[in-house]
């Protein structure tokens, strides 16, 4: 075994990437207060070819320099908005198709390996470092989805929490469909 040098991993380049076909996912993200968190969810974004990022409330956006310790240019390849309130957003994701899913622990929740077909395309919304989604919120979306906790602590960082959802999101949708830009199957 031998690490790849970079010039051999294949990806594509940054100006075509956004023309690539996307995954049918998008991302709330809703008073993340860490801009090195933020900036590490648009490098997971990048990664995982999701359709959008919407930052909503006090999240910093791509302007604040730091943000790009973390994001590595990924919020140049990444499409995103700044949105003040995120319920106006919600309720127009919904009404252009979205199913709206909580990345929270609620006494209703599932697997994101449980999505279903007619759950795509998917919103997927996440919240505060400490206080996680807000009731307001929560409120408006369709479900919630959880990655299970096998130690003593009941909560993942929100950048690693969301790299995980997404990429079972993801896998999920391509078990199903297949990649995008592919005819549509369903399993």
């Known amino acids: ?3 790849l040098s970079w010039d051999e991993i294949e990806r594509p380049d940054p100006e075509d990437v956004t023309t690539l076909p996307k995954h049918p996912v998008r991302l709330v993200v809703h008073n993340v207060r860490s801009i090195h968190n933020v900036g590490s ?5 990048d990664a995982a070819r999701i359709e959008h990022v919407h930052l909503t409330g006090f ?3 791509p302007e604040h320099k730091d943000l790009h310790k973390t994001a590595l240019g990924a ?3 990444v499409e995103w908005s700044q949105h003040d309130e995120a319920v106006p957003l919600l309720h127009d994701l919904r009404s252009d198709g979205y199913t709206l899913a909580a990345l929270e622990q609620t006494d ?3 697997r994101p390996r ?3 077909a007619e759950d795509y ?3 997927l919304v996440v919240g505060n ?3 996680g989604i807000e009731p307001a919120l929560l409120d408006v979306v369709d479900l919630a989805l959880e990655i299970p906790q096998y130690g003593a602590k009941i909560s993942l960082n929100v950048s690693v929490a969301y790299g995980i959802a997404a990429y079972d999101l993801i896998r999920r949708y391509r078990t199903l469909f297949g990649p995008p830009g592919t005819p549509d199957r369903v399993e």
């Open 41 to 45: 969810m648009f490098r997971t974004s």
């Open 108 to 110: 209703e929740t599932r």
């Open 121 to 123: 395309p998917v919103a």
């Open 59 to 61: 999240t910093g956006t």
């Open 129 to 131: 470092e400490v206080r």
């Open 75 to 77: 919020q140049d390849t």
């Open 114 to 116: 449980r999505m279903r």
């Open 1 to 3: 075994m031998r690490k």
